[in-house]
Structure formats: C-alpha cells, structure tokens
C-alpha cells in the first residue's frame, strides 16, 4: 500500500472519535492530519503493546532517528513517507515531533505523579503538542490560536484519563495526581481493585471539574476569525464533551468498564457541530462586510 493507505488504515483501525471529524477536511489536510495521527498511534502503541522497557525505549529511539531522517535526509517508514510533502505546506517543527517521543517515554519512566503540575508536563508532550502540531494544518492567523490548542489539547488528555482510570490503574500506571488521591482518602490500592466509594466519585469528580476548566479556557482563547479553520478540533471537542457528560452523568463507573460513545452518536455529534460553525462563519463574515 502507499504511504497514505498505510495511515488511512492505522488511523480508521484505531477506532478513535478523532477519526470522524477528519472525514469533513479538504483532502489535503485530511492526508496531513491522518499521518500525524499515524504517527501519534505508532510510537503510543511502543511503549503500550511492549512488555519489555528497554526493546520500547529502542524502538522510539529508533523513531527519533526517523523524525531526523525525516526533515534532514530521506524518510523510511511510510508514516514519515506520508508526512514529508507536509512539511513545505505547513509548519510542522521538529522539535514538536520529539517531544511527542518524550511523552510517550515518560511511560517507562514514571507511573506516579505527585501533584498537577508535574501531571501537566506529561499531558503537554501527549496532548498539546499534538494539538499545536493539528493547530498548524488546519491553519490560523491569530497566534493566540496556538493558547487554545495548548489548552484543548490539555482538556483531551485529562478527559482521556478519566475514562481509562480503571484500565490504566491496572496496567500500573496511575495519572490522578498522588496529593488529590491523598486529600480524598484514596489509595493507588484503591484504584488498582477498582474498590468504588463516594470519595472515589469525588475525586473523579474533581478530575472532570478539572478537564471542563480547560476545555473552558480554550475555547475562551479561540479568536473567531479562526474558528471555522479549527472546526474539526471543535468537532473533536463535541465529541469528547459529550463522552465527558456521560461519564459524569452515570455516576463515574470509570473503574471497572471503559465508557464509549456509539459511532452513529459521534457522527451525528460532527455533522451537528460542523453545521453550527458553518452557520456561525456566515454570520461573521457578513458582519465583517458590514
């Protein structure tokens, strides 16, 4: 297959609700944002698939040493290969890429965290960076665009840990900072046997509290002569609002079931938003005529 089939294929197998908001992008930036995605799923699934620290930590240096190829030589992998033409369309930076890959390392580094702000780093390299990187192919004029992604991708990140809490807690890994635990009485023992308590949803609580802050932040900083360039990460945001809500709505049940979103709901979620901003755009271009 070509390099674009082979993203086109490990983003749709992923299953993510990224993939239904790339659906609505010009071709172009759908090819773009599929390999950036296709990247993001090759270095995360190293350090998830592998049972061995040091055959991960070969493997993602090995993915450094292509993101070098790929803006100073000649990319191997079809990842990189579907990337390349990118690179002269947008600003795309190197850097951006690498700490993606520290990111994902942190994984065999660290499986605590004892407070939000070293919580925060981890949730950057994973997430914002991700959405700095999106931000630049979906295109802006106003830097502060680059505030918002930050933030979303911030929002993204804390949403996804709710979510995965009890999974993640049993793979030995636990991203709710160890202070909150402490203040509520919690235990990383607690997570681990998924022991559910009114403390428990509490402390969940406070983490989801924590995820609308951001998400509230970030579209606070969207200037509006650039919505409607981001509306798939608005689309993204739809969805992952809605996965939020039902979460919340359903009393936290994070610890023992992964809770999802049907296809048909995020589809419908996407087509609604993508209308919305659309409708919204043509306000604001006709009151810039004006």
């Known amino acids: 297959m070509t390099p674009d089939e082979y993203c ?7 299953g993510s609700s990224f993939y239904y908001s790339f659906l609505f992008l010009p071709s172009e930036q759908r090819r773009a944002i599929t390999a950036l995605y296709a990247f993001c799923r090759e270095v995360d699934d190293i350090v998830d698939e592998s049972a061995n620290p040091a055959l991960a930590r070969t493997q993602l240096q090995a993915w450094r040493e292509e993101i070098g190829r790929l803006f100073h030589d000649t990319p191997q992998h079809p990842v990189t290969r579907a990337l390349a033409p990118m690179l002269e369309r947008y600003e795309l930076a190197e850097e951006h890429f690498l700490e993606i890959i520290d990111g994902m390392e942190m994984d065999l580094d660290q499986n605590r965290y004892a407070d939000f702000k070293e919580l925060s780093l981890y949730c950057y390299r994973v997430a914002s960076v991700v959405g700095m990187l999106s931000t630049e192919i979906f295109g802006y004029r106003d830097r502060h665009t680059l505030r918002y992604a930050h933030d979303l991708g911030m929002a993204f990140q804390l949403t996804n840990i709710l979510r995965d809490v009890g999974e993640d807690a049993r793979r030995g890994r636990i991203y709710i900072p160890e202070d909150e635990m402490t203040r509520f009485g919690i235990t990383p023992e607690d997570l681990i046997r998924g022991r559910d308590s009114d403390a428990m949803r509490e402390l969940f609580k406070c983490q989801g509290d924590r995820a609308r802050t951001f998400y509230r932040a970030a579209f606070s900083r969207l200037p509006e002569e650039d919505r409607y360039r981001q509306r798939a990460a608005l689309m993204m945001a739809a969805i992952y609002l809605r996965l939020l809500d039902e979460i919340e709505g359903q009393g936290f049940p994070v610890l023992n079931r992964r809770i999802s979103l049907p296809s048909w709901q995020k589809l ?21 005529r004006r």
């Open 268 to 288: 419908w979620l996407v087509w609604r938003t993508a209308r919305r901003e659309a409708a919204r755009h043509r306000r604001w271009l006709g009151e810039q």
């Open 8 to 14: 086109q294929n490990r983003t749709s197998r992923s």
